[in-house]
């Protein structure tokens, strides 16, 4: 068996994984701060130039429809305002580490982003039916929460086999075998990645708390979300590897977040058009 880590050596050790680049820092930084202007904003974009086309053929694209051409990035920032701009920010930047083979957990290339964004986008949807200021931040939420699977998969993956066959022979959830043989589970690296890349706190226990919600004490709505998300995907079938189905759904989330049973297959139902409009959204290409 490989060497035994703890969650914290595991993701202090990830050497593969870039750091968000300045530009994204920067727009993250922009966009938490409540006294920031278009002004700060567009100042931030304009330093990178792949960043500002993307903006500016987003605002032009059929998805938002607007009558004239949007030939001026700060004219780009006010139609799509601060929440999209930060999406698109950290989706740019998360593909190129998330669209990858990710063998200890049986997804080849390009199952764990299309994961993330059935994740994401069925997160966004549920939030815009519940607290519809939420669905950016839902969206990022419901993208990373498998973030940590990357790194277990390249520092801790002689250990799978133990995690599957736990998995098989008593019916556990993976996220739960994963705790019983490491002591610790993809969830937990996946928060300290994010940490690591200065994410708020909210996107970070969405991360850390995807599958035990009723274990996170604050930011239970980006949480929540986030686990639904997550379902949602696993239900629908897109990216689901080694770990399968083995998702169960935590029924209090629906209570807490005043939503049904009807919005999750709702949700499901909605799926291919939501991927789409994500898509469309990120506008990325292998």
């Given amino acids: 068996m490989a060497e035994m880590l703890t969650a914290e050596e595991v993701a202090a050790r990830v050497r593969d994984l870039p750091a968000l680049p300045t530009v994204v820092t920067e727009v993250l930084r922009v966009t938490r701060d409540p006294d920031s ?82 994740a994401g986008a069925a997160a966004r949807f549920l939030a815009k039916k519940w607290r519809p200021a939420l669905a950016e931040e839902a969206f990022i939420g419901g993208l990373l929460h498998d973030l940590g699977k990357i790194v277990l998969d390249s520092y801790v993956g002689e250990a799978f086999d133990e995690i599957i066959k736990k998995v098989r022979r008593e019916n556990k959830p993976f996220a739960s075998a994963e705790r019983d043989i490491l002591g610790f589970d993809h969830a937990a690296v996946g928060a300290l990645v994010a940490e690591a890349w200065a994410l708020p706190g909210d996107l970070v226990a969405a991360v850390r708390y ?13 949480v929540g979300l986030a686990h639904l998300g997550n379902i949602v995907a696993l239900s629908t079938g897109f990216g689901v590897g080694a770990d399968g189905l083995a998702a169960p759904l935590d029924g209090d989330v629906l209570a807490q977040l005043g939503l049904g049973v009807g919005h999750v297959e709702e949700a499901i139902a909605q799926m291919p058009d939501a991927l789409a409009d994500s898509e469309q959204l990120l506008e990325l290409e292998r």
Avoid: C
């Fill in 37 to 118: 202007s278009v002004f700060d904003l567009t100042e931030v974009l304009a330093r990178d130039q792949a960043l500002t086309a993307k903006v500016l053929r987003l605002a032009n694209s059929a998805l938002f429809g607007f009558p004239r051409r949007i030939a001026t990035l700060s004219d780009a920032v006010v139609l799509l305002g601060f929440h999209t701009i930060k999406s698109l920010a950290i989706a740019g930047s998360a593909f190129s580490v998330m669209d990858r083979a990710v063998e200890g957990y049986g997804l080849e290339r390009g199952w764990m982003w299309q994961h993330g964004i059935a």
């Fill in 210 to 222: 995807h599958h035990s919600p009723s274990e996170a004490t604050e930011d239970t709505a980006l």
